[in-house]
């Protein structure tokens, strides 16, 4: 299938619901295009100076147009796809395009294994004294929770090009056991820390048992 292209240094996942800012003449035609015909488009993840793997996206609406043409949009992530040619001008138009494939994704996720990414998370947003409860609403989703454990774009990018959930489920599950002991780890210096200066109980020990 040939899509029109996007590229940008982000990745998106499938059910994700994504706003973004046109402002680039060739990117207002695509968005047009959209509009008028009906048709969607890739964001392919530029990364590494490459363009290999990236998301179908439908646009949704478009909620701003400013005087000079530039536009706000709401768009939502379809599928996964990866990069058989790129063309940086589609016959016609300003915009990139290019040849794709799609990932079959399998949902073989077990909910014993979602229901540990969620406690897990749990514990990362209590380390850092945030609430939870404003991410997590009803089941457990990528879109909802992939941006906001703290993985950098080469850790999201490799989860993309996983099609299996339960593979996915057990990389977000390794970073998060991870993070939170780094977490752990800098509260216990900070509290060391702030007890420089202080006066300390120490807990009295017992010289009876003390050989040397």
């Known amino acids: 299938m040939k ?3 996007f590229p940008l240094q982000s990745v998106f996942f499938p059910g994700e619901r994504v706003a973004l800012h046109i402002f680039e003449e060739r990117y207002k ?8 015909e009906a048709i969607t488009f890739g964001i392919p993840v530029y ?8 998301t179908e996206m439908k646009l949704v609406e478009i909620v701003h147009t400013y005087p000079n043409g530039e536009m706000d949009v709401v ?4 599928r996964v796809f990866k990069v058989m040619t790129f063309d940086n001008e589609m016959e ?3 915009y990139a395009g290019g040849i794709v494939t799609f990932l079959d994704y399998i949902e073989d996720g077990l909910q014993s294994q979602r229901d540990s990414v969620i406690e897990y998370t749990k514990m990362l947003y209590g380390l850092m004294n945030i609430p939870f409860d404003h991410i997590y609403k009803g089941a457990l989703t990528l879109d909802k929770l992939i941006h906001k454990i703290g993985l950098t774009l080469h850790q999201e990018y490799h989860l993309l090009k996983m099609v299996h959930e339960s593979e996915r489920l057990i990389y977000i599950r390794s970073h998060l056991i991870a993070t939170t002991e780094v ?3 800098v509260n216990h210096m900070k509290d ?4 420089n200066g202080h006066f300390k109980n120490f807990d009295p020990l017992d010289f009876k048992d003390f050989k040397i």
């Open 29 to 36: 035609q695509l968005i047009q295009d959209c509009l008028a």
């Open 47 to 54: 990364i590494d100076n490459t363009v290999a793997y990236g």
């Open 192 to 195: 060391v820390i702030e007890m």
């Open 183 to 185: 977490l752990k780890q």
């Open 75 to 78: 768009c939502s992530a379809q």
């Open 92 to 94: 016609g138009r300003l």
């Open 3 to 5: 899509l029109p292209m």
